[in-house]
C-alpha cells in the first residue's frame, strides 16, 4: 500500500517561504514521476511541479519561485516556495505515478494560507 504524507503547510505573509514535504511510505524511485499539485477554493486541481530521473517541470505561474526536488535515501519529495503571493493559497497535494501499469498515487493535501 503506497501512502503520501505531506508536511510543512501553514500560514505565511505575501513574500514569505514555506517548504512542502512529502515523505512516501516504499522507496520514490520506484515511481516514474513525483508531483506537486494545488487547489485552490473553487478552482480545479492544477498540477505546480513534477521531477522525473532527470527532469524537473512547472508550472507556469510558479516558474523562478518554486523548486522541486528529491531524496531518494529519505523517500522524500520536497517542493520550496520562495516569493509566496496570495493566489499560491491552496491545499496542496504530493502525487506519485507509474507508468506500467498506468496508477496515480495521492497524499491527503497540506494547506498554505498567503495573506497580504
Known amino acids: 500500500q503506497v501512502q503520501l504524507v505531506e508536511s510543512g503547510g501553514g500560514l505565511v505573509q505575501a513574500g514569505g517561504s514555506l517548504r512542502l514535504s512529502c515523505t512516501a511510505s516504499i522507496t520514490i524511485s520506484t515511481f516514474n514521476s513525483m508531483g506537486w499539485y494545488r487547489q485552490a477554493p473553487g478552482k480545479q486541481r492544477e498540477l505546480v511541479a513534477v521531477?522525473?530521473?532527470?527532469?524537473?517541470n512547472y508550472a507556469d505561474s510558479v516558474k523562478g519561485r518554486f523548486t522541486i526536488s528529491r531524496d531518494n535515501a529519505k523517500k522524500m519529495v520536497y517542493l520550496q516556495m520562495n516569493s509566496l503571493k496570495p493566489e499560491d493559497t491552496a491545499v496542496y497535494y504530493c502525487?506519485?505515478?507509474?507508468?506500467?501499469?498506468?496508477?496515480?498515487?495521492w497524499g491527503e493535501g497540506s494547506l498554505v494560507i498567503v495573506s497580504s
Open positions: 521531477i522525473t530521473s532527470g527532469t524537473t
Open positions: 502525487n506519485a505515478g507509474l507508468l506500467r501499469p498506468v496508477r496515480s498515487y
